[in-house]
């Protein structure tokens, strides 16, 4: 590992091919994201891994290549020789090389070229889902993985990123969510309404969060309308939901403030009203 | 306002002495901390100029002086008037001066020199206490904020950063409180012991959040619980509850985990557990 020419630069051709993965045009261009570190990347090569038949609840992931330096490839031992039996390309990159590919202070040194995540919209709605997170304009791509991996936490069966969303591919996205970007089905959609319509094919009630909303998501009346399938639709952290989404969903919902803070943030208010719907819909089959 | 002569720069005395209030030891010297922008400084003044038998919950803040930009002056009005009106210094700032107090990449252009907040710990657990959150080890003081946010969403009595926890008034920690460290009580103890002891004495049953925790926190025994005084326990992000602060709490308590996350973020889980808390409490009185 310590011969030079068997490890790869800043400047060998593959690393500056997946460094161009940095930016939304390149992912776009290329159809491939990189995924930083031991979980966004132990994650993928589960499921790129996993039997066709394992019930994962989403298509497999697709890997490329994987890039190690040798500190983080001695600490990865696991996923690298997954990686290897599954005939997935393992390289070995400097350190140099893993700073120009990663977009944290702190460098994991392990790093995975992956085919894009996302799926169209009527893929992800397929199946008759029971719990459907929306994000609207969702700006900031950590948050956006944060309720990404919450989603996926309360067992949701599908995330939407509608409207002028953040690309879920981002990487503070992919960290945020924790490897969750590969656990459920992620579509991106810009045209909202096509959004509202695809969910209510698929059968599921929409409820807009939003600060004044007529329902405390804890009412009773919200818990039995919870117990039926789904579709929550949450807005940015800047605006909340425009009004006219708002208005166009079945019921718009609040989660109580008790004390004297104004709001919650979005990650913490999409926690509280998908974990009281997981909640009530499994109250209601028990 | 365009005379230099009446607006402060980063050399200026008063601007020289509160920046030294962006590090930890400079806060502990003086005593005091750094509000910065709009909902920050609103919540510092509206606790500061508050009636004395307001019932707000916790000990007025005390706002020594006022910082603020021409820009920010304007888009702030009230506040600043506010500010005068109760006597409270408002010093005009240079755009330079304002990027020197601020850690952010933006700078508001709006800060309020404040007295420290924390409280002793038999102050903030006095007066029979529902609801206390208990940060053991918190390291990250965006998290540590929005949880305290979290706490005073969702009515907590008062919060609680013990072990080797991040300071509150941490630039970071009062942002992403977003005005909740002026709201509800909020105490620093590094000796953990004598906070569970503490939280005993105040009648709260410690529960201590463990993602192998031998309770459901929606399992209708964790429910019974959780309606009587309660005192979570929530351990650092990147290690958890130590396992013999774990053990000394009466119950240990986990998220239960419906799709395929290994687990959920400290801000996200501390959200599951406290909203669920404040339900039962108060589904208990109804």
Redesign the interface.
Known sequence: MSDGSLVCTERTPRVVAARKLLRRTGRERAGRFLAEGA?AVGAALASATAPADGG??RSRARVFEVFATELAAERNIGPLRVAAAAGIPVSMITERAAAALSETVTPQGLLAVCARIDVPLAEALAGAPRLVVVLVGAADPGNAG?VI????????DAVVLAGDSVDPHNGKCVRGS???VF??PVAVERDVAEVLAGCRRAGVRLLAATADGEWDV?DPTASAALAQPCGWLFGSEAHGLAAEVAQAADARVR???????????L??AA??CV?AT??AQ?AATI
Chains 1, 2 share one sequence.
Request: overall charge positive; cysteine-free.
């Open positions: 979980q994962v609840g944060t991996r919450v989603a996926d936490a309360a067992g949701a924790v490897g969750s656990h459920l804890f989660v109580p403030i008790y004390g004297r803070a104004e709001s919650l943030n990650a913490t926690t509280v974990y997981a909640r499994r």
